[in-house]
């Protein structure tokens, strides 16, 4: 199981690392086919994304797994602690559908932080989410959540998106 994990773990650690400020940028921008840094604006990216995440709240408020399902990249990665992760929009989607079989699941995320690459093809958002359920018994929780954002075909979209709790709540 460990070795399961650890497979779905890694390559979200070199997704986010694709993200970060590389030291020769300069081979990334030419092989993303993005232009130079200065053609990517950031802040208007950023927005994007914000907007992006808006929209997936307003699709969890509503249960609407396919909605929240078409938010993922194809491969995308959809690890919640515990699981050994699914991957693609339909297993996501088939995930977040047993989620949602309860009569109440309540999820609030507050990204904290959003950071666009130089390429503005790849970003992150880091934020934090308090939850609560009905299904298999009542309980609530919170914590940490880092989503990864990838253009495809010219939208965002989810690469991956990985949670963990904190500290226990009464």
Do not use: H
């Not at 400020?21 to 993303?32: E, I, L």
């Not at 009905?134 to 690469?159: H, I, L, R």
């Amino acid at each position: 199981m460990r070795t399961g994990t650890t497979a779905l773990v890694v390559p979200f650690i070199l997704v986010v690392a694709a993200c970060t400020n590389p030291r020769d940028t300069t081979a990334v921008r030419d092989t993303a086919g993005a232009g130079t840094a200065g053609s990517v604006d950031k802040q208007a990216e950023e927005r994007k994304i914000r907007g992006l995440e808006q929209r997936w709240r307003e699709a969890l408020a509503a249960k609407d797994s396919a909605a929240v399902g078409r938010f993922y990249a194809d491969g995308g990665f959809y690890l919640p602690q515990g699981s050994n992760g699914y991957d693609g929009p339909e297993s996501v989607r088939s995930r977040w559908a047993r989620e949602f079989s309860g009569r109440k699941f309540d999820l609030e995320r507050e990204p904290k932080k959003v950071g666009v690459a130089d390429a503005g093809d790849m970003a992150y958002e880091v934020g934090t989410y308090e939850v609560s359920w009905d299904k298999p018994q009542k309980g609530q929780g919170a914590g940490n959540y880092v989503t990864v954002w990838k253009k495809e075909n010219g939208e965002w979209k989810t690469a991956a998106y990985i949670w963990n709790r904190g500290e226990e709540r009464p």
